[in-house]
């Protein structure tokens, strides 16, 4: 069998057994030379013991069995060394090139292999059984006095025809099985784990000369230059892709440990789960695995704890009594994912919000304001906990904040879905590595900013005379239209204080950077992208890196310093409330007349597209279709702690009421006096500008709309009972 198609686990298994029986082997021949015999056994013991356990891991019958009989015997020999004569110490020697010639085997077949040492499997037996017999017939100064073809029991000897000696030094190339090993160990060899980062941050250097060097060579534009540069270029690349290669992990390193820490917390928890890995084989760099380890624990310790049900409550909603817990890995573009899933209790959004609401971490304005989503996402907060005492498992209030952090402290983002009833989902997307990362380099007020790739979804040009038809202020926001959607935009130069915002009438151009986090997207205003570059991260230091907003720094092909945008502290700093991307906002727009008025495109259901005047909208919010509760026939919301009526568009004008079974609901709140109804809608599709209002249809971008006025059919469903305000 190829190295390469050899296991990661059992190749370690077997370099590692390898070298542990050549140390045995010269501590064996040592004993010729006066060694403790006493500290010898216990070590040959102890590598004898550490194969057996690994061979139940692997299936590895054979080679148990034999390193099983050699124990045997060492177990004797260690409680009585003074037995341990010339015929013994062969023998040993014996064994080892026995589980060598298992060992070889395994590595050529990656099995356990036909072949079988019952010759030297017996006679480990019959030496045992002498020994333990016949433990006081030698004094333990007396050297052994039989010979070493001695008979040690009736009709058995020690040495047989079929178990070979150990070949002299010439003839070890010729020998396969210990050729085999010999190759094996050339293949691998232990490396300081600080040398190794000391080897990438050199490589790190190299890249930045590199990048110097190119940019020279651009410059002086000399044919002869050239062609060594992109040599180096080549090579530097090369390199570098081939060491940090050896930073690299493979997920089943973490994912190992996994199934023990479930279990035990099931057992103290007395619940029944089932814990499913997938992805061991997906690799990540060294630092950023050490990263991740406790942030993944704590949520399979959520997940156990919290979301994971009895086996009484899970029998009572028609679950399987065992629950499940799904832990995955892949690679997707240059990140790796990792999807925590569980089929628990999922969580509840109200529950969240009224515990954080008594623990203090939110105001009952800003909860009443929240949609489901954002209630969910409560449990990130610094001292939420839902238990309700301090275990050990829970109750601390340190928890998913910290998981949080730990995350975007490595580029990495996390995002939570959640259905009450049936689960939760956390996906966490982790960059390969940290050290050299492929960025955008943006050009912002004549400075240049490294964005890291890892979070650009696309870039968006512009012209000025698209301007008015893609860009819209909705209160102090502005948005961007895009597939069909709103995605808010944020000016990076006045958000970093280089400029004051410029008026969008005043560009010629306008470059936007969609960025993502945790799933969402919000735009970036820039003034140019100059390249991409590979790029060597340096950490920040003090109040830099307080600031929030820069993940790092590099230093650019010219020596100039660059610093790292985060995309995370971007949104925190631009107050971006990224829930509100699908959801949006529609407040403080002026009441103003004008000859064109503003108004919100959305689809109504079956009454079709509707055109409402975005000032008659004070918000537009979200609910889980399973949130919706009914009085006497008629569906009620709960919103800002008061019961309110759902109404349809299509109830409005005298048809049927038309609510999804399932997924989200929409609805507008309207901005005057009316506080017990809201309106429910399917999606929002654009915001634009229409001529005066008036009831009845238009025509907007080939589309027949109607036109509503949520003021005037409200009044006509109360009677007549409305206040303008």
Not at 173 to 202: F, G, K, M, T, Y
Not at 536 to 553: C, H, S
Request: aromatic share 4%; glycine share 8%; proline share 4%.
């Amino acid at each position: 069998m190829s190295r390469d198609e050899l296991g990661g686990e059992l190749r370690e298994f077997l370099i590692e057994s390898f070298e542990n029986l050549d140390r045995t082997e010269n501590d064996l021949v040592g004993l010729d030379l006066g060694a403790d015999n006493h500290e010898v056994l216990a070590a040959t013991f102890r590598t004898l013991h550490s194969i057996k356990g690994a061979c139940g891991f692997f299936d590895l019958e054979h080679l148990s069995q034999l390193a099983h009989e050699g124990e045997s015997l060492l177990a004797v020999l260690r409680d009585a060394p003074q037995l341990l004569g010339d015929s013994e110490t062969q023998l040993l020697l014996d064994l080892i090139d026995g589980l060598r010639r298992y060992l070889a085997q395994v590595e050529l077949t990656g099995g356990d292999g036909d072949e079988e040492e019952n010759d030297l499997c017996e006679a480990l037996q019959a030496t045992r059984s002498y020994l333990e017999g016949g433990s006081d017939a030698r004094s333990p100064m007396e050297p052994s006095s039989r010979p070493s073809e001695v008979q040690l029991a009736p009709n058995i000897v020690v040495f047989t025809p079929t178990v070979e000696p150990t070949p002299p030094l010439e003839t070890l190339e010729s020998s396969a099985p210990i050729s085999s090993h010999a190759n094996l160990l050339d293949q691998a060899i232990r490396v300081d784990v600080e040398l190794l980062d000391r080897l990438v941050n050199l490589v790190g250097e190299l890249v930045l000369v590199r990048n110097r060097t190119l940019q020279i060579d651009g410059a002086l534009q000399d044919a002869d230059l050239s062609a060594t540069v992109q040599r180096l270029n080549l090579i530097t690349t090369e390199l570098q892709e081939q060491v940090m290669q050896t930073r690299m992990q493979p997920m089943e390193s973490l994912f190992v440990k996994l199934p023990r820490l479930v279990r035990d917390l099931a057992r103290s928890l007395h619940k029944q789960v089932r814990l499913v890995t997938t992805g061991g084989d997906t690799e990540l760099d060294r630092g950023i695995l050490e990263a991740i380890r406790d942030p993944l624990v704590h949520l399979l310790r959520n997940s156990v704890d919290h979301g994971i049900e009895s086996s009484e409550n899970r029998a009572l909603a028609g679950k399987d009594a065992t629950g499940y817990i799904g832990v995955a890995a892949r690679h997707e573009g240059g990140s790796v994912i990792i999807t925590i899933t569980d089929d628990g209790a999922g969580i509840d959004p109200s529950a969240v919000g009224e515990r954080a609401l008594r623990l203090g971490l939110v105001s009952a304005e800003a909860l009443s304001s929240m949609s489901d989503r954002e209630r969910s996402e409560l449990i990130f907060l610094p001292g939420f906990s839902t238990s309700e005492e301090v275990t050990n498992v829970s109750g601390r209030g340190v928890g998913m904040d910290v998981v949080r952090n730990n995350v975007e402290q490595v580029s990495g983002t996390i995002e939570l879905n959640s259905v009450p009833g049936e689960g939760t989902t956390v996906v966490l997307r982790i960059p390969l590595t940290l050290a050299i990362i492929p960025s955008l380099m943006l050009l912002v007020a004549n400075q240049r900013f490294a964005l890291p790739q890892l979070s650009v979804v696309e870039l968006l040009r512009l012209e000025r005379e698209s301007m008015a038809d893609e860009l819209a202020f909705v209160g102090e926001t502005l948005f961007l239209r895009r597939n069909g959607q709103l995605l808010p935009v944020v000016d990076l130069a006045s958000l970093l204080g280089l400029r004051e915002a410029i008026p969008n009438y005043a560009l010629q151009l306008i470059t936007i950077v969609v960025v993502q986090l945790s799933g969402r997207e919000f735009g970036l205003i820039v003034d140019r992208v100059v390249d991409t570059q590979e790029i060597v991260v340096k950490p920040l230091d003090g109040f830099i890196g307080a600031i929030g907003i820069y993940a790092g720094a590099t230093i650019l092909g010219n020596g100039d310093v660059a610093m790292i945008l985060d995309v995370a502290g971007i949104a925190s700093r631009a107050a971006l409330s990224l829930e509100e991307v699908a959801v949006t906002v529609l407040s403080g727009v002026a009441d103003e007349v004008i000859e064109e008025e503003l108004v919100l495109l959305v689809d109504a259901g079956i009454a079709g597209l509707i055109a409402v005047p975005v000032y008659e909208i004070e918000r537009i919010e979200e609910i889980d279709s399973y949130a919706l509760e009914y009085l006497d026939d008629q569906p009620v919301v709960q919103y800002r702690d008061t019961v309110v009526k759902l109404l349809t568009v299509s109830e409005l004008f005298g048809g049927t009421r038309d609510l999804p079974d399932s997924g989200p609901i929409r609805f507008l709140v309207p901005s005057f006096g009316v506080s017990d109804r809201v309106v429910a809608i399917r999606e929002i599709v654009d915001i634009t500008t229409i001529a005066s209002m008036t009831q009845g249809s238009t025509i907007i971008a080939g589309r027949i709309v109607r036109s509503v006025s949520l003021a005037e059919v409200l009044m006509t469903e109360l009677g007549g009972r409305h206040e303008r305000v």
